[in-house]
């Protein structure tokens, strides 16, 4: 029974797997590009941008700050505003060069990992799913965002569960369709593969509310209400 109980139960990991794949996909309207747009728009409407540069003043990294330059425009579209910087400070990993400022995406992993947290939640909820008993007492989720599958005892469990993490998780692969890692700026070629691109704040707003998602200007953070 024990040995049932386990498969079953990666069973319906690798099923939960499937639904957040669908739930990451950029074409699902109801899915993680609901959070990406409240995010865009709160990032690009209500934060001032700046461009990057790193100040070389003979400084340990520690101890020097980058100076901040506002940025000369307004960004008119996804790639004028993920090529700006925010007003975070960063280590440019450069001998004595202080510190530069951080791309606007950056905070766009966190975002990402925590709606994918929640929505895994949301699945275990839905299915009622617990631990096997072989695998003692606790959450299902920490479980697999924790990597506690023995990978010796239960080795596909484990690679199930590094699979989710490796892919849902903060800095997960699948977030790659939402990211600007572009080289080159102007490597129009390279651009003409990320489909927001060309998306303006306008574009957005559409999407958050045909949604029906609303911007929480209160905090800095947003949230979505159905």
Not at 8 to 25: H, I, K, N, P, S
Not at 82 to 106: I, R
Not at 146 to 163: F, G, K, N, V
């Amino acid at each position: 029974m024990p040995k049932v109980e386990l498969e079953q139960f990666t069973r319906a990991l690798t099923q939960m797997e499937g639904a957040l794949g669908r739930f990451v996909d950029p074409d699902n309207a109801d899915g993680f590009i609901r959070d990406f747009a409240l995010w865009v728009i709160q990032q690009w409407s209500y934060r001032d941008l700046f461009e990057g540069r790193v100040e070389n003043a003979s400084f340990p990294c520690s101890r020097y700050q980058g100076k901040l330059h506002p940025h000369p425009t307004q960004p008119a579209t996804y790639k004028d505003f993920v090529g700006a910087c925010n007003a975070e400070k960063a280590a440019s990993h450069c001998p004595l060069s202080g510190k530069t400022t951080q791309d606007s995406d950056d905070g766009l992993y966190q975002v990402f990992g925590d709606a994918c947290a929640r929505e895994f939640e949301r699945l275990v909820q839905q299915q009622a799913l617990s631990l096997p008993a072989e695998l003692g007492q606790g959450s299902v989720s920490e479980f697999v965002w924790t990597l506690q599958a023995d990978p010796e005892r239960h080795p596909e469990l484990y690679e199930c569960c590094e699979s989710i993490v490796s892919r849902f998780g903060l800095g997960g692969t699948e977030i790659e369709p939402y990211l600007s890692e572009i080289a080159c700026p102007k490597d129009e070629p390279a651009w003409q593969e990320q489909r927001f691109a060309r998306w303006t704040l306008a574009d957005f707003q559409k999407v958050a509310a045909d949604s029906g998602a609303t911007l929480d200007l209160r905090t800095p953070a947003a949230s979505q209400q159905r």
